[in-house]
């Protein structure tokens, strides 16, 4: 089973900056795409950031383009996810999840094989 272990998360004035970080471990790390996903309280997890085998592609929400960057580094099987300027609405817990293709930030489908891990519990004060 694919998995991973989110950490960075904690409480932060608004304008403020997080890095979280995201290690994996079940499955060729190199090979596939990684994302960050968010939930926030009373709403639906979404896609917040991807990036692709390389690093060489990326993509974001339009709520958090400009403020927020992934990056990954493929020999520590981890993915990041810098958070500038950030805002009350950016709270939530946030995971990341190894993708299956990826068509657009609104429509990333987790591996089959990939199990949801506890997050990472961000919190913005305004």
């Known amino acids: 089973q694919a998995q991973a272990v989110e950490s960075g998360g904690g409480l932060v004035q608004a304008g403020g900056s997080l890095r979280l970080s995201c290690r994996v471990s079940?499955?060729?790390?190199?090979?596939?795409?990684m994302a960050w996903f968010r939930q926030a309280p009373g709403k639906q997890r979404e896609g917040v950031s991807y990036?692709?085998?390389?690093?060489?592609?990326?993509s974001y929400s339009d709520s958090v383009k400009g403020r927020f960057t992934i990056s990954r580094d493929n020999d520590l099987r981890t993915v990041y996810l810098q958070m500038n300027s950030l805002k009350p609405e950016d709270t939530g817990i946030y995971y990341c999840?190894?993708?299956?293709?990826?068509?657009?930030?609104?429509?990333?489908?987790?591996?089959?094989?990939?199990?949801w891990g506890q997050g990472t519990q961000v919190t913005v004060s305004s």
């Open positions: 079940g499955l060729t790390f190199e090979n596939v795409g």
């Open positions: 999840a190894a993708i299956f293709g990826f068509d657009s930030i609104t429509e990333m489908t987790p591996r089959s094989e990939w199990e």
């Open positions: 990036i692709d085998w390389s690093g060489r592609f990326t």
